[in-house]
């Protein structure tokens, strides 16, 4: 059962992504963002794309596939990218790591959603620059005319390391002005996801639960 975007978080519930108030984008549809890249020897913000500038593909998950899982990396920040209708895309099991589901519309003067983009990284703790990927999916995203807003779930909230990161992660979305959703810590008793999805009509719809498996 959904749960609109700007009320509370709650386990085993959706969260919407609503229409700003703001003008909409004109009607004609734009490229879909492309994610550049990574380099993490540069700091959260530097080297992110210039308005105009090429990008290389992004490593975004074709259709067919109904649930697509984010697996870790103890060498870099792990992330697919969506774009399709109907599609969903999650993490592995968020026992210490954190979790990030970026999310992006385009508009068009209706306020109906011409196209959608969903990422979603999965964040081991002591990674190396986590906030560049996240960072640049998000420049791409808005100069791209989306709409953009954020979840983060997951974060080891037993051990100190795991709770810098995730405010680190969340305090960045916050200074860079997104519309931010939270999920709960993880707390070492039981395995937790965070799943994202494009919904037919292109709104974009964020869940944090729990279970077992990968």
Do not use: W
Not at 10 to 23: A, D, L, V, W
Not at 57 to 70: A, C, E, K, L, Q
Not at 76 to 102: F, M, N, P, Y
């Amino acid at each position: 059962m959904g749960i609109c975007f700007t009320k509370p978080t709650t386990i085993n519930h959706s969260q919407p992504y609503t229409p700003s108030s703001e003008t909409a984008p004109p009607p004609s549809r734009q490229p879909r963002p492309s994610l550049p890249r990574r380099n993490l020897d540069e700091g959260v913000l530097s080297g992110l794309p210039r308005r105009g500038a090429q990008a290389s593909p992004s490593p975004h998950v074709r259709s067919g596939t109904s649930r697509n899982v984010v697996g870790f990396s103890a060498g870099q920040v792990k992330q697919q990218t969506i774009h399709e209708r109907g599609e969903s895309v999650r993490t592995s099991a968020l026992d210490v790591c954190t979790g990030v589901a970026l999310g992006g519309v385009f508009r068009h003067s209706d306020g109906s959603v011409a196209e959608s983009s969903i990422s979603v990284f999965h964040v081991l703790p002591d990674v190396r620059m986590p906030g560049v990927p996240i960072a640049k999916q998000l420049r791409s995203l808005r100069e791209a005319g989306f709409e953009v807003n954020a979840f983060v779930a997951g974060g080891d909230g037993t051990a100190e390391a795991g709770r810098q990161q995730r405010a680190a992660l969340v305090a960045m979305l916050q200074d860079l002005d997104v519309p931010l959703k939270v999920g709960p810590l993880s707390d070492g008793h039981g395995s937790q996801f965070l799943s994202a999805s494009i919904e037919r009509n292109g709104e974009i719809q964020y869940q944090t639960y729990r279970g077992h498996g990968a």
